[in-house]
């Protein structure tokens, strides 16, 4: 079973639109960090978000905004007035404890399409 | 942004050749990471370092081998390369020396395509 899912592989929508990218992880920690990273066409992999375990505070960032919720295990990312510079795969990833250290699992992904 | 590069940025290479991929921080961060990125599986951990000569396998460590003999060098090294370590290959930094957990960063990436 995943540790992070995303079940959207794909997103399709029309500049302007808001969407909404899903994210579902799964631990027994109570200690953990989740994380939202960004890869444009060009393929580099940037940082967007961090929030660990005990803060569940939404977070918004300009036209993003994060929706973390422990109840449903869910830490799911919005964008607001789609642009086609959104146009990206996203990546959840959640960090646990192990052995000390904190490994990250990768989610597989959604790929986002901003049309003009 | 972090100092991470890698190198090189583009390889082919045959099957059965030796590849080695190197992987550089000027940041003095304790850990470093290798991941592979391949259509329909997000990335996956291949090796990790926390610290000099330590280090630990990843989800997918079959078939490659780490060194890391300086702080600010990882390499990783596929030993007779085949076909199915075609793919993309990301290095990545944190500091989580304190126990806590800090922001990965990633270099931009090797593409190596094995024939």
């Known amino acids: 079973a995943q540790k992070v899912t995303q079940a959207q592989t794909e997103i399709s929508v029309v500049e302007k639109e808001d969407v909404t990218l899903d994210c579902v992880y799964e631990t027994r920690d109570t200690t953990y960090y989740l994380f939202w990273y960004k890869q444009p066409p060009s393929g580099e992999l940037v940082f967007l978000i961090r929030r660990n375990s005990f803060d569940e505070q939404n977070e918004i960032s300009g036209r993003y905004s994060w929706n973390f919720q422990k109840s449903t295990s869910s830490f799911n990312f919005t964008i607001t007035a789609s642009q086609v510079v959104d146009s990206a795969v996203y990546f959840c990833?959640?960090?646990?404890?192990?052995?000390?250290?904190?490994?990250?699992?990768f989610g597989r992904g959604t790929s986002l399409i901003v049309h003009p | 942004d972090a100092g991470i590069t890698q190198s090189p940025r583009h390889k082919v290479t045959e099957t059965g050749t030796p590849v080695t991929l190197r992987c550089h921080q000027t940041e003095n961060h304790r850990y470093m990471y290798w991941y592979r990125q391949d259509p329909g599986h997000g990335l996956r951990l291949i090796h990790y370092?926390?610290?000099?000569?330590?280090?630990d396998k990843g989800e997918v460590s079959d078939g490659y081998s780490v060194s890391r003999s300086k702080t600010e060098d990882f390499l990783l090294t596929l030993e007779s390369a085949t076909s199915s370590q075609t793919s993309v290959y990301f290095c990545?930094?944190?500091?989580?020396?304190?126990?806590?957990?800090?922001?990965?960063?990633f270099g931009p990436g090797t593409r190596l395509l094995v024939l």
């Open positions: 990833a959640l960090s646990e404890p192990a052995g000390g250290s904190y490994i990250p699992t």
């Open positions: 370092s926390y610290g000099v000569k330590d280090t």
């Open positions: 990545a930094i944190s500091d989580a020396g304190t126990g806590l957990q800090e922001t990965q960063y």
